[in-house]
């Protein structure tokens, strides 16, 4: 459902319009990143779960996670939150995750050797992450 249509809709409540009326442009697009990255994120973390589950080793199950959810993520992102559809990105893209994973595998190092269980390890490290992401996606890849 587009902004316009929420804002005209008789199946919205009028609160629920008057909110979208008040969010800015700039961070409309921080909402639809969060929305869609909520279901990303999800989509990752079970996938990390079930590998880790089947005693596949955290970096392993880390990683099938991300590369498994590289292109649904590439495409969500780029044509739902930065309205980019250009399959060139995907390079650029692919680096970005290159950085993230280093740095999950690295935290998830660091916790597994404080004795943090990898599930909870793993879902601590989730908002930071998140937010590198969103940075990094609105700034080097969907410019």
């Not at 390890?121 to 992401?133: R, V």
């Amino acid at each position: 459902m587009s902004v316009m249509s929420i804002q005209t809709s008789p199946m919205v409540p009028s609160f629920l319009r008057k909110l979208v009326q008040k969010i800015q442009p700039a961070h409309y697009q921080l909402l639809k990143f969060l929305a869609v990255g909520a279901l990303n994120t999800l989509f990752a973390y079970v996938i990390f779960s079930l590998f880790l589950y089947m005693k596949i080793h955290y970096t392993i199950a880390s990683l099938l996670a991300i590369v498994l959810g590289v292109i649904f993520n590439f495409k969500t992102y780029g044509a739902l939150v930065f309205k980019r559809s250009d399959n060139t990105l995907i390079f650029r893209f692919i680096l970005i995750y290159a950085v993230l994973y280093l740095l999950s595998i690295s935290g998830l190092w660091c916790f597994n050797h404080m004795g943090v269980n990898l599930y909870y390890a793993n879902a601590i490290m989730l908002a930071p992450m998140s937010a590198l992401s969103f940075c990094l996606n609105k700034f080097f890849v969907f410019v």
